[in-house]
């Protein structure tokens, strides 16, 4: 492994002769260079040597640096990457700079991934120039190559820009003319489709149809039919002239349908992408037999909420294979490697996916000793651009942060004070002779809201206040323990006069919400085959987002109702029905019904023990059952909540609140009697602040807290307060919050009831049916074009406006009689 000078032109500037041949061989160059056709390939020659491909990463940059990227693996990459949109959105400008910023830092070489905001065909010559001169601009003064991958993966059903051969051709050959129009040739554009195992995959819908002219593209062996023996990548290639590089996104990835699987690569498995997967020989046939240089983006897929192979394994196993294959004799046409290092760690409901080659120290070594070992090449490439460390222009560091939690701290303080210095302040405490608690209904409240604004998923302001800003807690949490919570408070006093009736009222309620559970799963995949109707956003999920905090995101995405369609053939195959029976298929913003359901049918077990007084040891067994799930990570059913939300260690949190909720009245009073435990947890609580530095949750519109450095803040994050498994730090999080926010509503409640009660409460009161209706509202919002621009302004007044078209309806109790609350 070596690391080179700058190789664009390099030929011409190493080899100037001071004879005169040289400078006629010069000028003639130049000349052909000025005459060439308007079409031809220009930077074909920049780069790398056979058989020595540079090493890239694509990083989350939203949550991640080059720095930080490259202290953790040891070495710099040549290449690194990340998203634009075309047309250029203004908002964009600061992302880019600071990447541009950040890759001339390390003498690096810029992959810009060009996304398509608007379809295809609307892009057309002149849009094409504009994205062109804008990009130009944007990277004037940066010494590197840029290589322009142009709507990636367009072979694929789950983009926007997906399997429409003739526009795309059309686009492509568009932007590849601006930008020779406007830099002079300085671009090297790529082609990049996704790899063709599986495809035609489920078929974009906006593919041409049988019998129109664009469908002849895509019958690739003409039977009037088509299917996977049709060809992957010939119906996209947008011609010699229009590209310079091709590339092939192949990842190590075994995950069928909804199902996350760990799993080893086999002897050979990229080798064959390369050369079979798709019905072509991808890299024989557009790589060498064009003379095109050839980029692979790759990665290794890793579910810890999985379990199976380790994760070492897997990635260690892949990068070795990667990196064996890449620099063979047989692909010394591979110009560059760049590892897709972004990874889904947010609350959206599903299992948390890693595909981080650098997010374990013992991987990251295993990974340099193999990348020392071969001829591959690091940074840098070109020149060092001078600056200090990249700094995110929404990060605080150095002393700041520091004093600002210390702010945070005082104010807790003083607000833990006030009271007791005010003689208004008995006029605030919660005084409500009910016995309902009100305080609940609104911690509930928050809660559900929580839950929606994740679940839409736009940027918005709403995320500041989302997004474990209240320490490494999200709705999901608070949602299953005050579901816990009521039923303890609701059934407790039922159990303890007639036991068998609140068996009873639990299994009744526990099949309404099945049922519930099952019209969602069935109503979805039906919404879903209105041709008009966009029901990805919960059909699908993609794993992954691009910029800011994982919004907008287009990675790889997998279907939550693979092979449901077959419901439709006769016979029947026989593994669908028991499928939907467990729950397997649905909305990930759904499934974690599931898990209620089942917690709810054992409950009447919790409560019979508690109704003996077996309290302690009810508690001390959850948290047994949640230590072995912890470990183990066993899977007690196929059902889709298991992977986001394992039932051995979320059971825990669902037992918790109902053992609260049995004893609420005596567990309030002792603390009451016992304020210096409120104290504690109060200051436990104040390390929520923590939460504010996190690199995996910060975005282009918050302030983040660079409280240490981001190799360290991960390291603590994943041992300590991982979400998918409940890690220890995250769970005493959730505690001291419920106790804190308690006692804080319990002495302010008049001034908080007065400025939030009104809206909170209601919601709180009616979770489920907000939870339910909130599905719908995600499906409307997903086939309203003008929110999927990704404005935050206008995004923020869609949150309003959902989550007060929710408050309306629970308000006036619609549909209150078919729906649970």
Known sequence: MRAHKSQQYAATHRNRRRSIAGYLAAALIGLLVLVAPAGAAHAADAAPDKGKPWLGAVLEWGEDT????????????????????????????????????????????????????????????????????????????????????FAPDMNTSWVGWGQQP???RKAFQAVAAAFRKYDGGRATMVWA?????????????????????????????????????????????????????????????????????NSLPHA????????????????????????????????????????????????????????????????AGTAAVVWDERTSTRDTGVASISWLLTGSPDIAKAALARLKASPMVTGPVTDVAPGGTYVRANTLSGAVPWTVAAAMVILLVALWQVPRRINAATSW??????????????????????????????ASLFQLLTQEAVGFVSGAELFVLFSGLVVGMVYGPKAREDFGRVVDLTSRRAGKLYVTALAVLIGVFLL?????????????????????????????????????????????????????????????????????VVLLLVSPLILAALNRGKAVWVLLAALAVYAVGAVTRVRLLPSQFEDSFPLLVWQVLFVLGLVVGYHRRSIVAWLQAHSWVVAACTAAFALAFLSWGNPYLSNNYDIRLALMPDATYRA????????????????????????????????????????????LIPLGRATLYVFIMHVVLIAVVANIPALQQQSILLNTAAYAVVLGLLWVMVRTRFLFRLIPT
Do not use: C
């Open 66 to 149: 080059a720095a930080g990227f490259s202290d953790r693996l040891g070495a710099s990459p040549a290449v690194f990457g990340r998203d634009i949109t075309i047309p250029y959105r203004g908002s964009e400008r600061n992302d880019i700079d600071g990447f541009l910023q950040q890759t001339a830092a390390k003498g690096a070489h810029a992959l810009l991934t060009v996304k398509p905001s608007v379809p295809l065909d609307q892009l057309g010559a002149s849009e094409a120039e504009a994205f062109a001169s804008q990009v130009r601009d944007l990277t004037t003064g940066f010494k590197g190559q840029l290589l322009v991958r």
């Open 166 to 168: 003739a526009t795309y």
């Open 193 to 261: 489709p996704y790899l063709g195992k599986d495809y035609p995959f489920d078929r974009n819908r906006n593919a041409p149809q049988p019998g129109s002219d664009g469908f002849s593209l895509l019958d690739t062996n003409g039977d009037g039919t088509w299917n996977g023996i049709d060809g992957a990548y010939a119906p996209y290639y947008p011609g010699d002239d229009a590209v310079d590089w091709v590339g092939l996104a192949a990842y190590h990835d075994d995950t069928a349908g909804a199902a996350a699987v």
């Open 268 to 331: 050979g498995e990229l080798e064959n992408m390369l050369t079979v997967s798709g019905g072509e020989n991808f890299y024989g046939t557009y790589a060498e037999g064009r003379k095109k240089p050839f980029l692979l983006q790759t990665s290794a897929f890793y579910s810890p909420a999985s379990g199976g192979v380790p994760e070492a394994e897997i990635k260690t196993g892949w990068w070795d294979q990667v990196v064996a294959t890449a620099t063979s004799p047989a692909f």
């Open 429 to 458: 405490s919660y005084q409500d002779p009910s016995t309902r608690d009100s305080r609940v209904d609104l911690l509930r409240g928050v809660a559900i809201v929580f839950v929606v604004v994740n679940h839409l998923g736009m």
């Open 528 to 596: 879903s085959l209105l041709p008009f109707f966009h029901a990805e956003a919960l059909t699908t999920f993609v794993d992954q987002g691009t910029g800011g905090a994982g919004h907008n995101g287009a990675g790889r995405t997998y279907d939550l109702y693979a092979g449901m369609s077959s419901l439709f053939q006769f016979p029947v195959p026989p593994q669908v029905l028991p499928a939907i029976v467990l729950l397997q298929f649905g909305p990930w913003q759904f499934n974690v019904m599931g898990l209620y």
């Open 716 to 759: 603590m994050y994943d041992a300590l307060f991982g979400r998918t498994y409940l890690a220890p730090g995250r769970l005493f999080n959730v505690l001291v919050l419920v106790v804190a926010a308690y006692a804080f509503l319990s002495t302010y409640w008049k001034p908080v009831q007065r400025a939030l009660g009104w809206f």
